[in-house]
T-cell receptor
């Protein structure tokens, strides 16, 4: 079953605009991670935010985490055509089995030049 | 360090055949996880190996199996292939078991079952 659910499923913006993707999850977590996947290729880790953190930055990326609402958001500022990809949030169940990430269905981002 | 490598990158098989996919983790990483990605089901966890032991298994039939060698390289095997097994198979490595840290993914093996 899916733990994280991203919203929206697809997003189309112009270069230079900001892109915001949201992720909701169901159970308590230790951390939440965001990954990027270019078409049909492997996943690239973007950022990991721990359950005791509320916000984290990495370059043009800003991730927030609201454990009370069981939600996270990924903001990409000043988007570029190279940001075109699918973005996934992933969690591990707190107290559950170790060793696996549970992914949402992803947000497909298209950045037009 | 070299990244996670997966071989082969593309594979075409027919129903009923079996297939073996290989994954070489980043040097020093002892955990290897396998995921299946399909358009319909998304990314689903298959299993994780750490120090040659299966630590965790997803909800897949017994046709899907794996193993890990002493050098941490891992293989997964799918027997009696079905059309629905067509997918991108991704492996990920990590220094430790569990997912408290980031996972490093390989480029994937694209399996097509005809």
């Amino acid at each position: 079953s899916q733990q994280g659910e991203e919203d929206p499923q697809a997003l189309s913006i112009q270069e230079g605009e900001n892109a915001t993707m949201n992720c909701s999850y169901k159970t308590s977590i230790n951390n939440l991670q965001w990954y990027r996947q270019n078409s049909g290729r492997g996943l690239v880790h973007l950022i990991l935010i721990r359950s005791n953190e509320r916000e984290k930055h990495s370059g043009r990326l800003r991730v927030t985490l609201d454990t009370s609402k069981k939600s996270s958001s990924l903001l990409i500022t000043a988007s570029r055509a190279a940001d075109t990809a699918s973005y996934f949030c992933a969690t591990e169940n707190y107290g559950g089995s170790q060793g696996n990430l549970i992914f949402g269905k992803g947000t497909k981002l298209s950045v037009k030049p | 360090k070299a990244g996670v490598t997966q071989t082969p990158r593309y594979l075409i098989k027919t129903r009923g055949q079996q297939v073996t996919l290989s994954c070489s983790p980043i040097s020093g990483h002892r955990s290897v996880s396998w995921y299946q990605q399909t358009p319909g089901q998304g990314l689903q966890f298959l299993f994780e190996y750490f120090s040659e032991t299966q630590r965790n298994k997803g909800n897949f039939p017994g046709r899907f199996s794996g193993r890990q060698f002493s050098n941490s390289r891992s293989e997964m095997n799918v027997s009696t292939l079905e059309l629905g097994d067509s997918a991108l198979y991704l492996c990920a490595s990590s220094p430790t078991s569990g997912v408290v840290d980031r996972q490093f993914f390989g480029p994937g093996t694209r399996l097509t079952v005809l």
